[in-house]
C-alpha cells in the first residue's frame, strides 16, 4: 500500500486537477456551440468528455501527481471542475460572447437598415409596378381584341356541364 502523500502535494494535485475539469466542460461547452445540441450529440459530447477525462486523470496521476497513483480526490476534482464550469463560468462566457457578437454584427445591421433596405423596398416596389402593367397590358390587348383573359372566372350562371 502507498503511504498517503503530505498535504501540499494533495491540494497541488486537486488545484491541477480543478483546471483541467474546466478546461474540459469548456472543451465540451465549445463543442456544443460548433456543432450543435441535439439528444444524440449530447450523448456523444458526454461520452466523449467522460472518455477524456479519464485519459486526462490517469495521464495526470502517471506524469505529474505527487503520489504517481490516481486517486479518488483527483477525479472529484475533475468532475467539481466540469461542473463549475457548467455552473458558474459557462453563463459570464456565453454572456460576454453575445456582446461581443452584438458589438462586431452591428455595423452589418445598421448597413442593412439604412442601405439594404430601403433599396429592397424600392426594388419591390418597381416589381410590383411592372407586373401591374403587364396585367393591365394584357385585359388591354384582351378587350382590342374581343377575346376573352384566360384569367377571368366564368360566370356562375352560364357554366355547363356534360
Known amino acids: 500500500m502507498v503511504p498517503s502523500p503530505p498535504l501540499w502535494a494533495v491540494l497541488g494535485d ?11 466542460g469548456a472543451v465540451r461547452d465549445g ?3 460548433a456543432f450543435g ?11 466523449l468528455a467522460f472518455a ?10 502517471a506524469g505529474a501527481s505527487a503520489t504517481g497513483a490516481a486517486r479518488w480526490y483527483m477525479a472529484a ?3 467539481l471542475g466540469a461542473l463549475c464550469w457548467r455552473w458558474c463560468v459557462s453563463h459570464a462566457v456565453h454572456r460576454a460572447l453575445r456582446g461581443t457578437v452584438f458589438v462586431l454584427v452591428w ?5 442593412a437598415d439604412y442601405a439594404v433596405h430601403p433599396f429592397k423596398q424600392w ?3 418597381r416589381i410590383r409596378k411592372i407586373r401591374h402593367a403587364r396585367r393591365h397590358n394584357a385585359q388591354d390587348s384582351c378587350k382590342k381584341s374581343g377575346k376573352k383573359p384566360k384569367n377571368v372566372l366564368q360566370n356562375k350562371h352560364t357554366i355547363l356541364y356534360n
Open 14 to 24: 486537486v488545484l491541477l486537477c480543478l483546471g483541467a475539469g474546466l478546461l474540459l
Open 31 to 33: 463543442a456544443t456551440l
Open 37 to 47: 445540441s441535439g439528444p444524440v450529440r449530447c450523448f456523444v459530447w458526454d461520452v
Open 52 to 61: 477524456a477525462a479519464a485519459f486526462v486523470c490517469c495521464g495526470f496521476a
Open 77 to 79: 476534482a475533475m468532475g
Open 107 to 111: 455595423p452589418l445591421r445598421f448597413a
Open 123 to 125: 426594388l419591390l416596389a
